[in-house]
């Protein structure tokens, strides 16, 4: 994962997994989501710190932490709150983002 900039913040399509540093919950989330990465040998999420981005916390309406942000476009697809395991990260991954399925020539 790599911390997202201002400037990739005005893009328009990503995932951006939301945390705070002393979050037990966000590291195990951390754990799953670097392991979704690992399996595909790319990086796929972007990372922010809560604590450091309050504008952002508020305009997206984030509730609480650890969240998965799905954006494409102008709009937030969805906002994860239970990551649960891999495997349901996974089905919204499916859902948004079919392309990281597909064979790469």
Do not use: W
Not at 38 to 44: A, L, P, Q, R, S
Not at 89 to 99: A, N, R, T
């Amino acid at each position: 994962m790599q911390e997202i900039t201002t400037a990739e913040i005005q893009e328009s399509d990503y995932l951006l997994y939301i945390y705070t540093p002393f979050c037990g919950t966000c590291h195990v989330a951390r754990t799953m989501l670097e392991k979704i990465e690992d399996v595909h040998k790319e990086t796929i999420f972007y990372e922010m710190n809560a604590s450091l981005q309050p504008d952002f916390m508020q305009q997206y309406q984030v509730e609480s932490v650890p969240c998965l942000l799905i954006k494409k476009g102008d709009r937030v697809l969805e906002k994860v709150y239970a990551f649960q395991s891999i495997g349901n990260i996974y089905s919204y991954l499916y859902k948004h983002c079919p392309e990281l399925f597909t064979e790469k020539k």
